[in-house]
């Protein structure tokens, strides 16, 4: 059916599955893949050279991994620190199924509420093993120094987190993410100290080296002094992270972009459910046109916060304290009694949008500007979040010792205090749960090239839990690719070795720089923050927290007119051979034309909901999303199309251990 609604914008190809899992019991896999994967022994490590781009949690865990067991790393990151990459910016925790608040958690748990999170549209088998190794990295994490919270008995103390009844997830404050890099930074200085590793700040990879089908190695440009370089080695790893930025407006690090990943893209390596993005419900509201970032506010909030709207229209711009309790809907707790203010993220963001759509949002009134038809508007785009009954409960200074640095944030960005004042939320992009296609061993379809953390599609599904990133980027980081990559690296030798003078390396080279001059040749009258700002816009409105196929089929037509018009009028000053901001930008900014077009089509070509993919056309009668599991039961992973269509393969997702059913959190 899918194929029928339109054939102007993909074609299909063959269908695709993974063929590295084992067969057997899912509690058995990991163990018997583990067991049946080659070894490469400890002198032969010394011979083989892998490069990690990145150094979040997913890559700076994985360079540091690999170094450790004998291999020669080259680690590359575009920041001026491997501490500065986008993990730091994580707050609210990381999940293990250790059951240490013995409130019947376990790893199958873990494994069933990430699946049924996901809205059954993540694979089964990567999710179990994720779940499975959880609890290591916890252990790993404290030997490391990280900080954990901890309760009265010494014991690491534990949260709540969206999408579950139990409490899973660990934590330090709200600087979860800092801790944790701060761990995985330490181990992979070390590696560079030992010279197992090295490192390679400001620069950025622009290409991917593929000679004879295999992924050999990446170009790079070095952002202080603009030389275009060469890397070679056996192997690649991509831990980028997500392409959120694509939106514009997101939670993102400014920096944050998909060049890496679609570099990859365009030499062969599919990309899987492009369309699936997360809009989190709890992020500091859209204040102005000005804005260039948004500000996450951790859903470790939604844990004693309370989530309300006047339940009358003309109350919305009362001050909040004048609003008496009768007069207010609790709807989280009021639409979904069993999970109240902790449903996953999909579920939240959506009822706050539908609140404002009513007109019972709160805050100041916005201007929002229709793409299409260019008519304003005027609406509040807020929700409270309120923290009165927790501070009767717990104390003002019992609320400070879990949130008190989240409270501080708050109030440095919007003048007000959240001890005294409800804080205002809204939705806002966040993380991407689609990602370049992995294997079971995290391999892309191109041999050689592995994808680990938030640049993979493989563990999330429609839909991420909360506190579930952290844990994905250090899952393969450091236990995943470690035991993996050895039944690759283990023949290495039989490809042989490659330098600069190799025909790929050559290619990839010049066409690098080819790109570079035509941007720098354009020398128009358009900034390129313009074209980002525009093409963001065009994203939210049509390809957002709700998508409909006459806006889906607008938006593609619309970025397309606009990548044009980049092409002919961006404004990119100065040269290659020097710091170059706006080159830097403008570079990202054309591979966000390209994924932002795939990312449309993928949404529509999927007529159905599920988690984060919501199509008006199909929910059920109470507006929820409604997937069509006779259709839709795959992954949507696609091969770049060479300047023509995009190309599909569908790899069935195939349930063994978890029954499909609708997902009620109810």
Same mark, same amino acid.
């Given at each position: 059916?899918?194929?029928?609604?339109?054939?102007?914008?993909?074609?299909?190809?063959?269908?695709?599955?993974?063929?590295?899992?084992?067969?057997?019991?899912?509690?058995?896999?990991?163990?018997?893949?583990?067991?049946?994967?080659?070894?490469?022994?400890?002198?032969?490590?010394?011979?083989?050279?892998?490069?990690?781009?990145?150094?979040?949690?997913?890559?700076?865990?994985?360079?540091?991994?690999?170094?450790?067991?004998?291999?020669?790393?080259?680690?590359?990151?575009?920041?001026?620190?491997?501490?500065?990459?986008?993990?730091?910016?994580?707050?609210?925790?990381?999940?293990?199924?250790?059951?240490?608040?013995?409130?019947?958690?376990?790893?199958?748990?873990?494994?069933?509420?990430?699946?049924?999170?996901?809205?059954?549209?993540?694979?089964?088998?990567?999710?179990?093993?994720?779940?499975?190794?959880?609890?290591?990295?916890?252990?790993?994490?404290?030997?490391?120094?990280?900080?954990?919270?901890?309760?009265?008995?010494?014991?690491?103390?534990?949260?709540?987190?969206?999408?579950?009844?139990?409490?899973?997830?660990?934590?330090?404050?709200?600087?979860?993410?800092?801790?944790?890099?701060?761990?995985?930074?330490?181990?992979?200085?070390?590696?560079?100290?030992?010279?197992?590793?090295?490192?390679?700040?400001?620069?950025?990879?622009?290409?991917?080296?593929?000679?004879?089908?295999?992924?050999?190695?990446?170009?790079?440009?070095?952002?202080?002094?603009?030389?275009?370089?060469?890397?070679?080695?056996?192997?690649?790893?991509?831990?980028?992270?997500? @392409?959120?930025?694509?939106?514009?407006?997101?939670?993102?690090?400014?920096?944050?972009?998909?060049?890496?990943?679609?570099?990859?893209?365009?030499?062969?390596?599919?990309?899987?459910?492009?369309?699936?993005?997360?809009?989190?419900?709890?992020?500091?509201?859209?204040?102005?046109?000005?804005?260039?970032?948004?500000?996450?506010?951790?859903?470790?909030?939604?844990?004693?916060?309370?989530?309300?709207?006047?339940?009358?229209?003309?109350?919305?711009?009362?001050?909040?304290?004048?609003?008496?309790?009768?007069?207010?809907?609790?709807?989280?707790?009021?639409?979904?009694?069993?999970?109240?203010?902790?449903?996953?993220?999909?579920?939240?963001?959506?009822?706050?949008?539908?609140?404002?759509?009513?007109?019972?949002?709160?805050?100041?009134?916005?201007?929002?500007?229709?793409?299409?038809?260019?008519?304003?508007?005027?609406?509040?785009?807020?929700?409270?979040?309120?923290?009165?009954?927790?501070?009767?409960?717990?104390?003002?200074?019992?609320?400070?010792?879990?949130?008190?640095?989240?409270?501080?944030?708050?109030?440095?960005?919007?003048?007000?205090?959240?001890?005294?004042?409800?804080?205002?939320?809204?939705?806002?992009?966040?993380?991407?749960?689609?990602?370049?296609?992995?294997?079971?061993?995290?391999?892309?379809?191109?041999?050689?090239?592995?994808?680990?953390?938030?640049?993979?599609?493989?563990?999330?599904?429609?839909?991420?839990?909360?506190?579930?990133?952290?844990?994905?980027?250090?899952?393969?980081?450091?236990?995943?690719?470690?035991?993996?990559?050895?039944?690759?690296?283990?023949?290495?030798?039989?490809?042989?070795?490659?330098?600069?003078?190799?025909?790929?390396?050559?290619?990839?080279?010049?066409?690098?720089?080819?790109?570079?001059?035509?941007?720098?040749?354009?020398?128009?009258?358009?900034?390129?923050?313009?074209?980002?700002?525009?093409?963001?816009?065009?994203?939210?409105?049509?390809?957002?927290?709700?998508?409909?196929?006459?806006?889906?089929?607008?938006?593609?037509?619309?970025?397309?007119?606009?990548?044009?018009?980049?092409?002919?009028?961006?404004?990119?000053?100065?040269?290659?051979?020097?710091?170059?901001?706006?080159?830097?930008?403008?570079?990202?900014?054309?591979?966000?034309?390209?994924?932002?077009?795939?990312?449309?089509?993928?949404?529509?070509?999927?007529?159905?909901?599920?988690?984060?993919?919501?199509?008006?056309?199909?929910?059920?009668?109470?507006?929820?999303?409604?997937?069509?599991?006779?259709?839709?039961? @795959?992954?949507?992973?696609?091969?770049?199309?060479?300047?023509?269509?995009?190309?599909?393969?569908?790899?069935?997702?195939?349930?063994?251990?978890?029954?499909?059913?609708?997902?009620?959190?109810?």
């Amino acid at each position: 059916m899918s194929e029928t609604v339109t054939n102007d914008f993909w074609q299909v190809g063959d269908e695709i599955a993974d063929t590295k899992a084992p067969a057997g019991p899912i509690e058995q896999k990991w163990s018997k893949r583990k067991f049946e994967a080659k070894l490469v022994n400890p002198a032969n490590r010394r011979k083989i050279t892998v490069i990690v781009v990145g150094t979040g949690l997913a890559g700076g865990a994985a360079a540091a991994t690999l170094g450790e067991a004998g291999y020669h790393v080259q680690n590359f990151c575009y920041q001026d620190s491997p501490r500065r990459a986008h993990s730091i910016a994580a707050q609210g925790g990381i999940n293990a199924a250790k059951n240490y608040k013995n409130d019947n958690d376990s790893t199958f748990r873990l494994f069933y509420d990430t699946v049924k999170g996901g809205d059954y549209r993540s694979r089964e088998t990567n999710v179990y093993r994720l779940a499975e190794v959880s609890a290591n990295i916890i252990d790993q994490c404290v030997a490391q120094g990280v900080p954990f919270a901890r309760e009265y008995g010494g014991l690491l103390d534990n949260r709540s987190f969206g999408g579950v009844q139990v409490q899973r997830t660990f934590y330090a404050r709200g600087q979860t993410g800092q801790q944790l890099l701060i761990g995985a930074y330490q181990s992979l200085e070390r590696q560079v100290a030992a010279g197992t590793v090295q490192m390679h700040t400001r620069h950025e990879m622009l290409d991917l080296i593929v000679a004879d089908g295999r992924a050999r190695g990446i170009v790079t440009r070095n952002m202080v002094t603009g030389a275009i370089e060469t890397w070679t080695a056996d192997a690649v790893v991509l831990a980028t992270g997500g @392409y959120g930025n694509v939106f514009f407006l997101s939670t993102n690090a400014m920096g944050c972009n998909v060049t890496a990943a679609w570099r990859a893209h365009r030499k062969g390596a599919y990309f899987a459910n492009p369309c699936y993005t997360q809009i989190h419900p709890t992020c500091i509201p859209v204040h102005g046109e000005t804005q260039s970032k948004l500000t996450l506010m951790s859903e470790s909030l939604r844990n004693d916060g309370r989530i309300w709207v006047p339940k009358r229209a003309e109350d919305c711009a009362k001050d909040p304290r004048e609003i008496p309790e009768e007069d207010r809907d609790y709807y989280l707790e009021r639409i979904y009694p069993a999970f109240g203010n902790l449903v996953p993220r999909d579920i939240a963001s959506r009822q706050a949008k539908n609140m404002c759509d009513e007109g019972r949002g709160v805050g100041p009134e916005v201007e929002e500007r229709d793409p299409q038809t260019g008519e304003t508007r005027l609406r509040r785009r807020g929700v409270y979040l309120d923290f009165a009954d927790a501070i009767n409960r717990l104390t003002k200074k019992g609320v400070s010792d879990k949130y008190g640095n989240l409270f501080d944030m708050y109030a440095q960005i919007t003048g007000e205090n959240p001890y005294d004042v409800p804080m205002r939320i809204y939705p806002a992009v966040h993380y991407t749960m689609g990602g370049l296609w992995v294997d079971y061993d995290l391999m892309s379809s191109i041999p050689g090239l592995y994808v680990a953390g938030e640049a993979n599609f493989s563990d999330h599904g429609a839909n991420r839990l909360g506190a579930s990133a952290l844990m994905q980027g250090l899952a393969d980081g450091y236990w995943v690719l470690s035991n993996t990559m050895c039944d690759y690296l283990a023949d290495v030798s039989k490809h042989g070795t490659i330098d600069d003078s190799h025909p790929a390396v050559q290619e990839a080279l010049a066409s690098t720089k080819e790109r570079i001059n035509k941007l720098l040749a354009v020398k128009g009258n358009r900034t390129v923050d313009s074209f980002h700002k525009e093409l963001g816009q065009i994203m939210w409105e049509y390809c957002g927290m709700e998508r409909r196929e006459e806006g889906l089929k607008y938006a593609i037509g619309r970025i397309r007119e606009l990548r044009d018009e980049f092409w002919r009028d961006v404004k990119v000053t100065g040269t290659n051979e020097d710091f170059n901001q706006t080159l830097e930008r403008a570079g990202r900014v054309a591979d966000f034309f390209e994924l932002g077009e795939l990312m449309c089509i993928d949404a529509l070509h999927r007529r159905e909901s599920c988690g984060g993919h919501f199509r008006a056309e199909s929910q059920t009668e109470d507006g929820e999303a409604l997937r069509h599991d006779d259709q839709y039961l @795959y992954v949507g992973a696609w091969e770049w199309g060479n300047g023509g269509e995009p190309i599909l393969h569908k790899e069935p997702l195939i349930y063994e251990a978890i029954e499909l059913k609708q997902r009620s959190y109810k």
